[in-house]
């Protein structure tokens, strides 16, 4: 359905804009046809004063120029208006009457253009409907002779012409009148439609802003040159903390290496490595001048990309984490101090213990002493491995000496030193040990690594529970092959999320932590460690409420590596409680 071009154009600004300047197209108008009323008055050979059409005609246009100056047309309706234009083509059809072969009848254009662009259809139809009807009454009053006032003569061929020419202009104009109004409208739209895009836009980034100023670390958006474009009020904060103004850029941070003493170059600030394509991750620096403040923090960079998959933006997050750091630091050192502790009265043991071992002592007595003299030697090497565990010197690392040894022998003598635990909880232990498995290995490092198995495995099942021990060659791609312990409990089990910190240091799960099951976190990290100096694999399966099964995969000949004193990174297989 089409729209009224009334109702339709009131509420439109841009269609009363007619109504608006009446007076200034009507004196536009008059003054065309004065100007050609002088050119005819003045060219023609006819004697126009006795002429009631010209006197008609000029007298129209007069009053009708005074009607626009007078006459309030923005308090009346919108379709009033079509007065003034139907007038003027009324008082120029006159004029033609009098004048046929002049240029009244092409001056009917404005006002049909009038018309049809400000009043829609009705005044494209009006317009050349009273212009077509007024050149051709002129013609057949001409032609027929019935009128006193019409003098000359006509063409009806150019009147028709003339009249076509009118309709024609009309309904062109109407048309893109029509087309204008459409897209003006569907501007309409999309400005309102753009206008509530920006205001979900900046709301959403009003709340960008206040989230951003909330959060306690340091956001900082950068442009693709490394210039600020922004930085949260923790940002301001941690300027105002180190004494730097607000106004310092990114690129001026005082940032220095762990050491604390080496400054961090502006090439290899996260945000340059980044975008010269480096994988950069979270690294912690310090911050400050060591004149000052200063403070420990993570530095993490981001690239942002637009549409077209260009860098647009880098953010780069700055986190405090000097209380991190400090209880790394205090924890190293309270394992530093209470190892060195540890070792003094150690020592002092193993001393007597052997003076006394030197002693004629009843057989059972020696058999007790030589018991606790394996023990304290072995909580010695434990000590030292707890040493080694918070240190990356060499000094502390571990080491191993590998010669050949019987592995079913050291894992049947790990089994019965730890069945008094077993037996305290009713858990029963099946074994399934091959005869004679012999292997290149450091017999007191792998003895630690299947005590360690082999306690947690008690620790974490459940009462009553079972644990199953297997040892077996497994042939390999070599002639030896590998030798292959495998660790089965019935207990609690993990789940994915429990054994991401598996074999990290010091890592006990949310679910150990507050439990009667202690232990230091290190087990299961430091038997890592062993097996991969020996060149072997250790991987773990488990499923919450299914039980946990550790398998060790040592090479039956040494490694030219087992002597190695570090290990790379933690395997993929994680728990949540495996530890000594």
Known sequence: MEPSPVRDRVPDPAATHFGESVFRSQVLLTGAV?????????????????????????????????????????????????????????????????????????????????????????GAVSGAGLGSAMLVTQTV???????????????????????????????????????????????????RMLEAALGRARTQE?????????????????????????????????????????????????????????????????????????????????????????????????????HAGQVDRIVVVVRDVSAEV??????????????????????????????????????????????????????????????????????????????????????????DAIRPMSAERLISIHLDIDDGVEAEVDAFRLRQVVDNLLSNAIKYNRIGGRITISVAAVPGDDADGTVEIRVADTGRGMSLEEQKGLFERFYRAESVRGSTVHGTGLGLSISREIVVLHGGTIEVDSEPGRGTEVVVRVPRRSTSGAAASHAPPALAADSHHREA
């Open 34 to 122: 004065g100007f050609v009323i002088c050119i005819t008055v003045a060219l023609s050979k006819r004697d126009l004063s006795d002429s009631p059409a010209f006197f008609i005609g000029i007298t129209a246009i007069l009053w009708v120029t005074i009607a626009a100056a007078l006459v309030p047309w923005l308090r009346m309706a919108q379709q009033w208006q079509m007065v003034v234009p139907l007038l003027d083509i009324a008082a120029l059809g006159m004029l033609r009457i009098a004048v046929p072969d002049s240029g009244f009848g092409i001056l009917m254009i404005f006002p049909v253009i009038w018309l049809a662009t400000s009043f829609g259809r009705w």
């Open 326 to 415: 400090r209880a790394i630091a205090d924890r190293d050192d309270l394992v530093t101090s209470m190892s060195h502790e540890l070792r003094t009265p150690l020592s002092s043991m193993l001393g007597y213990v052997d003076l006394a071992l030197e002693t004629d002592l009843p057989q059972a007595t020696r058999d007790m002493l030589q018991i606790a003299l394996t023990n304290a030697e072995r909580l010695n090497a434990l000590v030292t491995d707890l040493l080694a565990a918070r240190s990356t010197s060499p000094a502390n690392a571990i080491t191993l000496s590998p010669a050949p040894y019987d592995v079913s022998a050291l894992v049947s003598e790990s089994v």
């Open 206 to 306: 009003l709340t960008l802003r206040e989230a951003l100023d909330a959060v306690e670390f340091a956001v900082i958006n950068l442009d693709p040159d490394g210039r600020t474009l922004t930085a949260n009020r923790a940002t301001h904060a941690l300027l105002f903390e180190l004494g730097l103004p607000v106004t310092t850029t990114w690129d001026r941070f005082p940032l220095y290496r762990s050491d604390k003493v080496t400054p961090v170059p502006p090439a290899e600030f996260p945000h340059v490595r980044l975008l010269a394509g480096e994988a950069v991750g979270s690294t912690t620096y310090w911050i400050g001048h060591r004149t000052g403040t200063r403070f420990a923090v993570d530095v993490s960079a981001r690239l942002m990309h637009d």
């Open 141 to 191: 009053l001409i032609e027929t002779g019935r009128t006193s006032f019409a003098r000359g003569t006509t063409s009806p061929i150019a009147t028709t012409s003339l009249a076509v020419a009118l309709t024609f202009v009309a309904g062109v104009l109407y048309t893109t009148s029509q087309r204008v109004s459409s897209q003006r409208v569907l501007l309409r739209r999309q400005t």
